[in-house]
């Protein structure tokens, strides 16, 4: 599964940045995960603007991951399902799957131990969050082909 953005659609709401963040939030509230939790989970999405063009960068989850061959430690893998996943406790914190990455889907989590953050398409749901949540299905979840 890999989520599709459909750059035409989205109209840079950044629900999809709010409600990743609640779902990686401790508490799964938007009011706690804001407001109250200490260290704030960080968004697994972010949304770019330029002018009037805005859409949703994320992990693409691509077949032939860059992030993942980079990777010194093993932390980037992709699992038996084809989730390019990240294990933040063999990271290191080098940031070389930030540099090979062609989109830029990779984000540093500065909020500890310095350790990479990225799209794990929500683990446990069915949907991803930030899919579930785009009012203009700029987000859609797609069978790989």
Not at 18 to 47: N, T
Request: proline share 6%; glycine share 6%.
């Amino acid at each position: 599964m890999k989520i599709q953005i459909n750059e035409e659609f989205c109209i840079g709401c950044r629900l999809c940045e709010v409600y990743c963040l609640v779902e990686h939030s401790q508490s799964k509230d938007i009011v706690k995960a804001f407001k109250r939790e200490a260290p704030r989970a960080l968004a697994r999405v972010h949304v770019e603007e330029n002018g009037p063009v805005s859409f949703a960068l994320q992990c693409r989850h691509c077949n032939t991951p860059s992030c993942v061959y980079a990777c010194l430690t093993g932390a980037m893998h992709k699992d038996e399902n084809g989730v390019v996943l990240h294990n933040p406790d063999r990271c290191i914190g080098c940031w070389s799957c930030i540099m090979v990455c062609p989109f830029g889907a990779i984000t540093r989590d500065e909020r500890g131990r310095k350790v990479a953050s990225k799209c794990d398409l929500c683990p446990g749901r069915t949907t991803p969050s930030c899919v579930e949540h785009c009012p203009n299905e700029a987000l859609t979840l797609v069978a790989e082909a």
